[in-house]
C-alpha cells in the first residue's frame, strides 16, 4: 500500500501526529477481515458532524496504535488481530512520503491529494510521476520476491498503483520475479488520470514505471472488461466526466 495519501482524514492525522497515511491500510485490513459487523463498521464509521467531522474512526485507532506500539507495523499487527485479518497488508516504503506529477503542458502537482481530486475540468495528461526519497519495506521486497503472482490493479492508476512502483527496489524486484505479472485494467476512465484511455494504454504505461525496455513487456497478462456496464452506472459515471475504458484487445496481444 503507497505511503503517499494525505487528504481527508488521514492527512489531517499524518500531520498533526506524524503517522503513517492509515486510509487505504484500513481499507484493506476491513476487505481482509473475517469478524463481527460491528467491528468492520466501527472501523469504517465517518463522524459526520463536531470537530471529529470528516475523520474515521478506524484512522484514528490506527494512530492511537501506532503510537502505543511504537510503530506502524505494530499498529497494522495490532489491528489484523482485532479484526481476524486473513492475509498481511504492507506499506510499500517504512516512511510517509509526498507524490507530485508533472503534466505534458509543464504544470506541476505537488500532493496525491491535488492530483486524485482534480478540479471537474480535463487537464493535460500526466508527463510523470515523482515520489519523494524513502526506502522500501524489506518486508515488501521479500513478499514480491517469493510471490507465485504479482497483481496490479484495478485502481486509480497514478494515485494508487504506481506510486508503489517508484519506491526504490519495487520495480526493478517485480520485473526479476519470475511471477506471473498480472494487470487488471480500469472498467472506466478517471478525469485528470486517465482521460481517453484505451485498455492498452494502462498495458503501455504499467510497463513504463516497471521499467520495460527494448519493446518487452513486464506484464505478462492482462485481464480486461469487455462488457458494457449498464445505463444507470454509466449515467452516475457521466457527472464525473469518465468514459468505458475500450478493450482493443488486439493492440494488447501486439504489445505481447
Known sequence: VSTADDGGSTGVLRKDLGV??????RQCLIGLSYTVPALQKLFQYRFDTGTLKGHSAG????AALQKITGSPEGAIAETARLLNVRGEVLFASKRPTTLSARLRDGTTIKS????????????????KLMLSKTEANPR???????ADAIVLGPGDLYTSTF?????????ETIKASPAKKILITNIMTKLGQTDGFKASDFVREANRYLGAENGESAVTTVIVNTKKPAAN??????????????????RIKKIG
Request: aromatic content about 4%; overall charge negative; hydrophobic content about 45%.
Open 233 to 250: 452506472i454509466l449515467a452516475r459515471y457521466k457527472k464525473e466526466k469518465a468514459k468505458p475504458v475500450e478493450p482493443d484487445i488486439e
Open 20 to 25: 503513517m497515511p492509515y486510509g487505504d491500510i
Open 140 to 146: 515488501v521486497l521479500d513478499a514480491l520476491a517469493r
Open 163 to 171: 506510486p508503489n512502483l517508484l519506491v526504490p527496489g519495487v520495480a
Open 112 to 127: 496525491e491529494h491535488e492530483l486524485d481530486e482534480p478540479a471537474l475540468k480535463k487537464r493535460a495528461p500526466i508527463a
Open 59 to 62: 484512522n484514528i485507532i490506527l
